[in-house]
Structure formats: C-alpha cells, structure tokens
C-alpha cells in the first residue's frame, strides 16, 4: 500500500478529479458537407453562401447527464460567440437532448423539432412569414425547442410534447426563462432571446440580431 501511495501520492491524498474538458471546433465546410448541405438546408438563393458557413463540434450534456459531442453549422461571424455561449452552457451541465445538422430530417424544422434537435443553419422563411429567418443567415439556434416551444397567442404549440412547457412558470430541465443559465449564457455573448418576444413567442429561439 505504501509502495502504492508512494507512485500515485494525488490519488492517495484523495486528489479532486480535473473537471470534464469542453470540446469544441470549427472548420470549413469540405466537400462532403457541402454535398450533404446542397439542396437540403442550403440552395441556390440563399442569402448567405457556403463559404461563409462554418461547421462546429460541439461538446454538450445531454438529459442522461453523459457527455455528448454534436454537430452544428453557423455563419464564420457566428463562431465566437457561440463557442464561448456553448462553453457556459457546459461549464454549468445545462442539458440538451440532441444536436444534429437537421439536415438529418430533410431540413425540415418541425421534423426536428419532433425530435427535440438543437441546431442552427437552416435557409428557409420566417415561421409564418414570407422573409428570411435568421436561420437562413446562421446567426441563429433553436436550443431543446420541446421544452422550449414556439407559443402562439392563446397557449397554442403545434408539438404536442410541447403542450406540457406551454406554463413557463413551472422550470423544468432543459427550460429557458429570465435569469437561468441558458439565457445568460447568450446574453453574456450579446445575443438576443425570442422568450422575450411579445406573442408570438419563441423560447428556443436565440440570435445575434435579437430577431
């Protein structure tokens, strides 16, 4: 036992464990990317091109309380901030359920969305409007958007998963409400919030310009 504490005197000592690192890196789309992207969540047309989108590694918690690495593509501008939002967010074992290109789901967003995915990059028209959402920038994400839902005037969602998270004054995990880690953790990076939209209102919703 002696000879034991002598090799590993930390471990002996009753040593704290370092914390788990947080991962994160961006690159360039190659042209595999590029090919996975190309008529699905991008399209000739698209307000901003593929040279001008970036793909993250992104390390995260997940609702199991594991660590998970995920996926995601934003604008090149967009990178700083959310590397440092998403290092916040896992400093402090903010849980997400997944984080997936949605191109996984045809770029449909309710099909991710019915999967619970966080992700970002998608060229495609504001939620019931006929512009271009900030998705179709990538300055915008959409972070566990069951627990929290895009909420029309009366309480409607159009997820039933969601129906439960329609009351914001029950917080719950994976929840954004004022004051919690995860709206901080974008605010300290001078994104805006769509929880604080008048309604409709969109809790999953965080960007760079606030819309």
């Not at 992207?37 to 991008?42: E, N």
């Not at 090149?76 to 290092?87: D, H, I, N």
Request: with cysteine; hydrophobic share 35%.
């Amino acid at each position: 036992m002696l000879l034991a504490c002598a090799m590993s005197l930390a471990l002996c000592a009753g040593a704290p464990a370092q914390p788990p690192e947080y991962t994160f890196s961006s690159r360039r789309l190659s042209p595999a990317l590029r090919h996975r992207l190309y008529g699905s969540s991008w399209h000739p047309g698209c307000p901003v091109p593929m040279s001008g989108l970036r793909y993250l590694r992104v390390g995260y918690w997940g609702f199991d309380r594991r660590r998970h690495k995920g996926e995601m593509v934003v604008a090149a501008s967009a990178v700083p901030a959310v590397r440092e939002a998403f290092a916040r967010l896992f400093a402090a074992r903010f849980p997400i359920r997944r984080m997936r290109l949605v191109d996984d789901y045809g770029a449909s967003d309710s099909r991710s969305i019915d999967h619970d995915n966080t992700s970002a990059f998608n060229c495609r028209n504001v939620t019931g409007g006929s512009g271009w959402s900030e998705h179709a920038y990538g300055r915008a994400i959409d972070i566990d958007p069951i627990e929290n839902p895009y909420v029309y005037p009366g309480g409607r969602v159009t997820h039933a998963a969601s129906r439960p998270y329609v009351d914001r004054s029950r917080h719950r995990r994976g929840m954004a409400y004022p004051g919690d880690v995860l709206v901080r953790a974008f605010t300290a990076v001078r994104w805006g919030w769509g929880g604080d939209w008048p309604p409709p209102t969109d809790y999953q919703h965080f960007s760079s310009t606030g819309r």
